[in-house]
């Protein structure tokens, strides 16, 4: 009898590291569990399915969530109850990443309530968790009796110093071209996601094929881990077709569905097709109401096929266009009279309101994940409204959906934003999807490209993006740019593309089928430049490049540079003096460790004033030069007087008058204002002051 209790572990050398998987001893009671560590990166994914499947099921029901617990990082969580709470912005791409490449390998007909959980135990602050947390979850499954067609594995893919590197560290991925993450089968990808710095079609096909190669051997491993204490695979039946009353659907429906699929609005269509499908409920379900279920599942499976079948044959598309061809375009720049920037951006039915807004380093979002504290000064939010697909829903909070699109977009556009040193703002775009059928991530690029312009703000080069579909049966291919929203739903991938007309930015790749070749990849790239190149072009008619002035709502800032030991005085105690300048001028004032100032207002008079008092109290003092100063302080031997805020200097009795002089009290009391010549500061900083000098030279005492 077998020990069920034995724990079996394989390791691999991957990027340098070693990768290991462990099952059989810990989380006994899931389906199956895997420990997975990579440098000292740890984490735990575990796999739970249901055995019955619920009544009138007819999809996956499967969730995928990825917890990090800050004592992974020897950290105790903020806020009042010092407890992990919702997820964190990294966590729900992660749950998205985890979930993308695996949904399509759980095979036909697999309704089973099935969850994936990936905790994250120990983080080593070099190798990231979400490439991991893939793995681990596949193998998780691989060696669980759950039925799933894996194994699937994934790598990071970094490009330093003009080559590439497998699963690069945070240290190096700081330096790379690429961030780009691959999952694969043996012999197709099921998955890509990252952002690059511009750069052209072949080296990022060429980044994927490197990526797929490196999936092969911890595929190995995961085969493996299975052979040597995976689970047989429990029984899986799938829900068995009616193939009479398939026929009967086809019979009476198929040339009605095949034209309402085909009509050009997306309103009018759905409408048609819906009422296709009352029509067949109560023809062929009336006197039994759980077959309407499956009724209205055998048109919508024609639906699929016809739209398949035609569109391979004819090469024509649900709205009549071409293969390539993208839909019509317009837009609107600076309709919104209050905004920094803003932008209408419309192709086909889909539309995105994008709104840009400047503020300073105030502004900034502080991430207080495993890693350490890191400041954003540029965020995209993305909002899909339930209005925007005729939908009534409840308001709730950001969607993984809505994150997923905006970190896309915002990682679309990251590549091509000024500086810090030459624009020193926080940014923020908000894209309000208003109209959507298909690739309103895409719309969000290019609608928020075109408000950044508004505003003013220097980009290096305008961004857009289109995203493709395939149709895949047998040898026949049908690659679709720009696809509408049932195009995705009864397509084989979305893969969305952006980038400037130079070279890529970022893309997302999820494949519906067990994966596809490199030459599908190739031909989708190219397809996908000619459609960037003519939504460039459109946008170009309307903005072609940034505004050359702020919105007049903008704050402007103006940065100077002050030495480092001269922040204490800037502030002041207790931050005295940094607060009178603001209370006086009603600016903003950020410092910085290195002394830089940045000074920000909407008003130019106030930001004038402001600077001119922060030089006042920072300035350093001039040997030759002649102050007007302030006595502080008499002493027998003279009397110190303060030049600057909170620098002062001495005038030695000698130094009082051309006549001599008895007691500093003759010539001076405390209080006095006094015109005095800078003589010397010595190394320690001390300065001597004459009084004599300044008169000679003014005449003025």
Not at 386 to 405: A, I, N, S
Not at 552 to 561: E, F, L, N
């Amino acid at each position: 009898m077998e020990d069920t209790n034995r724990a079996a572990r394989v390791e691999t050398e991957l990027g340098g590291r070693t990768l290991s998987l462990e099952t059989g001893w810990l989380a006994k009671q899931a389906d199956g569990a895997v420990l997975a560590s990579y440098g000292d990166t740890v984490l735990l994914a575990t796999v739970v399915a249901e055995r019955v499947v619920k009544p009138g099921s007819d999809f996956l029901p499967l969730v995928v969530d990825y917890l990090e617990k800050t004592f992974a990082a020897g950290k105790i969580p903020g806020g009042f109850f010092k407890r992990e709470g919702r997820p964190r912005e990294k966590e729900v791409i992660t749950c998205r990443l985890i979930d993308r490449p695996l949904r399509p390998l759980f095979p036909a007909g697999y309704f089973m309530n099935t969850q994936i959980i990936v905790t994250v135990l120990s983080a080593d602050q070099e190798n990231d968790s979400d490439v991991l947390a893939i793995n681990a979850a596949s193998a998780a499954l691989v060696v669980s009796d759950i039925p799933f067609n894996g194994p699937l594995a994934a790598v990071r893919v970094g490009k330093i110093d003009g080559k590439l590197v497998l699963n690069p560290t945070q240290s190096q991925l700081k330096e790379s071209e690429f961030n780009l993450v691959v999952a694969a089968k043996r012999d197709g990808i099921v998955m890509v996601e990252g952002q690059v710095e511009t750069v052209p079609e072949e080296e990022v096909l060429e980044s994927i094929s490197f990526g797929h190669q490196g999936v092969q051997s911890i595929l190995d491993l995961q085969e493996r881990l299975a052979a040597d204490r995976g689970k047989p695979k429990r029984a899986f039946v799938p829900v068995e077709v009616d193939n009479e009353l398939k026929a009967k659907v086809e019979e009476l429906w198929a040339d009605a569905v095949l034209e309402a699929s085909f009509l050009t609005d997306k309103g009018e269509r759905r409408r048609k097709l819906e009422s296709l499908a009352e029509e067949a409920v109560k023809v062929l379900a009336a006197e039994d109401p759980e077959k309407e279920k499956v009724v209205r599942g055998l048109l919508a499976e024609l639906e699929r096929r016809l739209v398949r079948q035609r569109v391979l044959k004819e090469k024509t598309r649900i709205d009549g266009r071409r293969l390539n061809e993208v839909r019509p375009i317009s837009c609107q720049v600076g309709a919104l009279p209050r905004t920094h920037g803003s932008a209408f951006f419309t192709r086909g039915e889909t539309q995105v309101l994008a709104t840009s807004t400047l503020g300073t380093a105030q502004d900034e979002q502080k991430i207080d994940g495993l890693e350490a504290e890191i400041y954003k000064s540029f965020m995209l939010h993305y909002n899909f409204p339930p209005f925007c697909v005729g939908e009534v829903k409840f308001l709730r909070g950001p969607t993984r959906r809505e994150v997923g699109h905006g970190v896309l977009a915002e990682r679309a556009i990251t590549p091509v934003l000024p500086g810090e040193d030459d624009f020193p703002y926080t940014i923020r775009i908000v894209s309000e999807v208003l109209e959507s059928n298909g690739s309103s991530s895409m719309a969000t690029i290019c609608g928020g490209i075109l408000s950044l312009m508004d505003a003013g703000v220097p980009i290096k080069a305008p961004v857009a993006g289109v995203a493709l579909g395939l149709i895949k049966e047998g040898d026949q291919i049908a690659i679709l740019s720009d696809i509408l929203g049932d195009e995705d739903h009864l397509g084989d991938m979305d893969f969305k593309v952006a980038g400037t007309a130079e070279g890529i930015t970022a893309l997302q790749l999820d494949v519906k089928t067990a994966g596809i070749t490199e030459d599908i990849l190739r031909q989708a790239l190219n397809q996908a430049k000619e459609g960037r190149l003519f939504v460039l072009g459109e946008m170009e008619k309307v903005l072609a490049a940034p505004r050359s002035n702020l919105s007049i709502y903008a704050p402007r800032i103006v940065t100077i540079q002050i030495k480092p030991e001269k922040i204490r005085e800037l502030i002041g105690p207790g931050g005295k003096n940094i607060r009178a300048i603001i209370e006086k001028t009603g600016v903003r004032i950020d410092v910085e460790d290195s002394g830089k100032v940045n000074i920000a207002s909407v008003e130019g008079k106030s930001l004038e004033e402001a600077i001119e008092l922060i030089k006042e109290i920072t300035q350093e003092a001039e040997v030759g030069r002649i102050y007007k100063g302030k006595v502080r302080k008499i002493l027998d031997f003279g009397a110190f007087v303060e030049i600057l805020p909170g620098r002062d200097g001495l005038v030695h009795i000698s130094q009082l008058s051309e006549d001599r002089v008895n007691k500093v009290t003759d010539v001076l009391k405390e209080g006095d204002e006094v015109l005095v010549k800078v003589l010397e500061i010595d190394s320690q900083g001390k300065i001597r002051l004459s009084r004599k000098e300044a008169l000679r030279e003014t005449g003025k005492g």
